[in-house]
């Protein structure tokens, strides 16, 4: 039997990922937002995460990428930093009140465009589905995927050299 890598669920997931953030991009750029965004803006809104590390972690991004989106999303308005008063090299962020009029109209679009690319699904296949996905998410996660980058660097910080 021959295999056919473009028949793999790591090529579909990662095709069906990048119709998703199209999709989105298109119903959130009119918006002001990045398709990016949304994950951090929520984890602020949600009290989830206040500064730049929290942000990397619950993302699962790297902290100079974190560091770039908060360049743009502070650019467009929607996040603004303050000195923690616990330390004063460190920064607080918030969500702005345009981010917060905003955020209603984005979540409404992803969605719309959720519901529309599960066209045909039953409600008992999308459960099914999404929770499909957050066991693979999971099994990743402890293979070493999404977030392990971020996970080892705190280890060498706190002196464990060997990432666990």
């Known amino acids: 039997m021959e295999l056919?890598?473009?028949s793999t669920p790591g090529h579909l997931i990662s095709l069906a990922a990048r119709g998703f953030a199209r999709l989105s991009?298109?119903?959130l750029k009119p918006l002001g937002f990045g398709v990016g965004y949304l994950p951090a803006l929520m984890a602020l809104k949600n009290g989830r995460a206040e500064t730049q590390r929290d942000l990397a972690r619950?993302?699962?991004i790297e902290q100079p990428s974190m560091a770039q989106m908060m360049v743009r999303m502070e650019r467009d308005g929607l996040i603004r930093r303050s000195t923690d008063p616990a330390d004063g090299r460190s920064s607080r962020i918030s969500l702005t009140d345009v981010a917060l009029a905003r955020l209603p109209d984005a979540c409404a679009a992803l969605f719309q465009g959720n519901r529309e690319a599960l066209d045909g699904f039953s409600d008992e296949e999308a459960t099914q589905f999404?929770?499909?996905l957050d066991r693979l998410i999971a099994n990743l996660d402890r293979l070493g995927g999404a977030g392990?980058?971020?996970k080892?660097?705190?280890s060498i910080?706190?002196?464990n050299v060997?990432?666990?």
């Open 58 to 60: 619950f993302v699962r």
């Open 148 to 150: 392990s980058a971020v």
């Open 25 to 27: 991009e298109a119903r």
């Open 4 to 6: 056919d890598v473009l």
């Open 162 to 164: 060997s990432g666990m």
């Open 157 to 159: 910080r706190l002196g």
């Open 152 to 154: 080892n660097q705190d």
């Open 130 to 132: 999404v929770a499909l």
